[in-house]
């Protein structure tokens, strides 16, 4: 166990390490990501860590931050509700794994977003990331990669190859996430949050 833990904290000191070199200006191959792939090593750590790069990037459009992700707002405010379906139906296979009804809100979800990737005339980020997303929960298997995906997606700019400093804050994001989720109280915190909306 003590094993274990030592190797997790080592993955995610290499992808502070990813950030901090970020900012000092370097330019940096989209592949020293993989380490996420290997952090996600369970279905629900990689859905959680989806979720949560899911919101995350729809409260920045709806506070007009980070440009990068979408190219054409007025599109996604279109098709905000099938965004938003998405998010709360990863969630709610989040709170209960033996759902159906889940499974299936999910599979056309994902049929949904694919049309709309296609129907971009630019490649967005955002809906390959929701998309990436939804993969995780369909494909437990591949959980890893698509939750490396979802990664890649969020932190590169569609528009150049690489890592470059505008990533860095957002790899940091994804440290502290694992940093929380391992060895924080991060499950406590989210199941306690979905119970009080539950509630509601």
């Known amino acids: 166990m003590k094993n274990k833990s030592s190797k997790i904290k080592s993955k995610i000191q290499k992808l502070s390490k990813l950030s901090e070199e970020l900012w000092q200006g370097k330019h940096l191959s989209i592949g020293r990501l993989i380490t996420v792939k290997y952090l996600c ?3 629900i750590i990689a859905a959680h860590l989806s979720l949560n790069i ?22 996604y405010f279109q098709n905000e509700e099938i965004l938003l379906n998405a998010i709360i139906e990863i969630e709610n296979y989040l709170k ?24 971009m005339r630019l490649r967005d980020n955002l809906y390959s990331v929701v ?63 979905n119970s009080i909306v539950k509630d509601r």
């Not at 920045?60 to 054409?72: A, G, K, P, W």
């Not at 759902?99 to 949904?112: K, V, Y």
């Not at 997303?133 to 990669?145: K, R």
């Open 96 to 119: 209960n794994q033996n759902s159906h009804e889940a499974i299936f809100q999910i599979r056309q979800l994902l049929c949904m977003i694919k049309e709309l990737d296609q129907k």
């Open 41 to 43: 090593n369970e279905q």
């Open 131 to 193: 998309g990436y997303a939804l993969e995780c929960v369909l494909l437990p298997f591949d959980a890893g990669y698509y939750a490396y995906q979802v990664a890649s997606e969020y932190v590169r700019n569609p528009c150049t190859r690489g890592l470059k400093i505008e990533a860095a804050p957002k790899i940091e994001e994804i440290s502290n996430f694992f940093s929380e989720y391992y060895f924080g109280n991060y499950i406590e915190r989210w199941h306690k949050a």
């Open 54 to 75: 899911s919101k995350q990037i729809l409260s920045n459009i709806v506070n007009n931050e980070d440009s990068l992700l979408f190219h054409d707002k007025e599109f």
